[in-house]
């Protein structure tokens, strides 16, 4: 299992499962088991509550790929 966390700031907000949108300072953490199965969370910068981002199941073909992913994801989310 392999964590990675990248802290961006998030001006038009991001979608989340328990409260709706969140925006300000967030911080974006992906988890990639073995087997390729990823998990997307989500918290204000210095909050212990982390929330999940919509949807399900996601896996990576090849679990190298999750830094790549990763990364893409913290860019696109920042993106205003």
Known sequence: MEKKTSI?????????NEVGV????????TTCQDDGAL????????AEEWYTLP???YRLHDPRDHEV??????TVLERP
């Open 39 to 46: 998990t997307l969370a989500i918290t204000y910068v210095g």
């Open 69 to 74: 992913v990763h990364r893409m994801l913290a």
């Open 22 to 29: 969140i925006s300000g300072k967030l911080e974006l953490r």
């Open 8 to 16: 961006f700031t998030a001006t038009h907000g991001v979608m989340t």
């Open 55 to 57: 949807g399900k199941d």
